[in-house]
């Protein structure tokens, strides 16, 4: 009968016979060797298919380059941006004072009109018996005549008192407030009444040092926190006092009282200036901000969009940030330019992924 033993059982039983001695278990060394060499290897799975790259450096910026569908989803608008001369405005500082001492002032200079007509009528009535006093001649004693001379210069010093607090008054007014302010308070005009009952508010503006103006600005806005928004500042004259924090020149305006501001807030104004700027107006909704700088978005080629960074404190004017280093005509990226910087932002955390794109 002839035996037919399987081939792992003969391998099994070379192997034990090469392990006896030291050169059988060297030549097992290398058999194993060619053994785990000839093992299959695992099928190697391709990587799934990614999008296209919307980004690439090019001439040293980065580019996005999105097709019409692309800008079309995200929302994304342009706009050719002219290069004109713009009314540069200078950022002020605001803040709201509190008006308890004009309401102090008004009240005290109504006391002593009150004082001073309540002081004229008794002169009146004192003079006028003072001269019938002496009318009377014969008939009229020597006390009664000295009574009613007594009263009448009693009455005069005390109406010549009265005219003093309303001359002191009027003049402390002026002094702490300005003519137009303090007038105002004299007169207890529409203005300060508009004031005491907190349907207005006192702003004073003051400008950075250095800064001046030939006129008086009488166009100015104020941002509202947190929105931002703005609202319109109503001229009033010039302030009496600088404020110690900022040493500048400084405005006195109104706001409205249901602008959102309270007495002790601070704000950001702007003033329109005497001089114009030339450049491309962008609103600031089409700026981002990003690694501490401020840019915007800008067309450098089809269906291609590139970063341009604004300069440090750049002019502004009507609300809008002016361009002066871009060519009149650049296409300018007015709504979308936050997306634009997203997609930017992704590619460059897919390379650092170690991730290429087909």
Request: charged share 20%.
């Amino acid at each position: 009968m002839t035996w037919r033993f399987p081939l792992v059982g003969v391998v099994a039983a070379g192997l034990g016979v090469l392990a006896v001695s030291p050169q059988g278990a060297a030549l097992l060394d290398e058999l194993r060797e060619h053994l785990e060499a000839a093992k299959p290897k695992p099928a190697q799975t391709k990587p799934a298919h990614l999008p296209a790259q919307r980004t690439a450096i090019e001439e040293g910026r980065t580019v996005v380059r999105l097709s019409a569908q692309e800008r079309a989803r995200i929302g994304i608008r342009t706009e050719a941006r002219p290069s004109a001369a713009h009314r540069e405005e200078l950022q002020a500082y605001g803040s709201v004072l509190d008006l308890a001492r004009v309401t102090d002032l008004t009240n005290a200079h109504a006391g002593a009109r009150a004082a001073l007509q309540t002081a004229q009528a008794r002169a009146e009535v004192s003079r006028s018996a003072l001269l019938r006093a002496r009318t009377l001649g014969q008939y009229a004693t020597t006390v009664q005549v000295e009574a009613a001379e007594g009263t009448f210069q009693t009455d005069q010093a005390a109406l010549a008192a009265a005219e003093s607090q309303v001359r002191t008054l009027s003049a402390t007014a002026q002094q702490e407030w300005g003519p137009v302010i303090g007038r105002a308070i004299v007169e207890r005009s529409p203005v300060i009444t508009r004031l005491i009952e907190r349907t207005d508010f006192l702003v004073q503006v003051t400008l950075p040092p250095g800064e001046s103006l030939k006129g008086p600005p009488a166009a100015a806005f104020a941002e509202v926190p947190p929105q931002s928004a703005r609202v319109a500042l109503a001229y009033v004259s010039p302030a009496t006092r600088t404020d110690p924090r900022i040493q500048g020149l400084s405005f006195f305006y109104t706001v409205s009282g249901d602008s959102g501001f309270l007495p002790g807030m601070s704000m950001l104004a702007f003033l329109a200036a005497d001089r114009s700027v030339t450049g491309l107006s962008v609103p600031e909704d089409a700026v981002v901000h990003w690694q501490g700088g401020a840019w915007v978005y800008r067309g450098v080629g089809p269906d291609a969009f590139a970063r341009h960074r604004l300069k440090a404190d750049p002019p502004m004017s009507a609300d809008s940030y002016v361009v002066e280093d871009l060519p009149g005509g650049t296409e300018i990226v007015l709504v979308g330019a936050q997306a634009l910087l997203s997609e930017e932002m992704k590619s460059q955390l897919q390379v650092s992924g170690g991730v290429d794109d087909d």
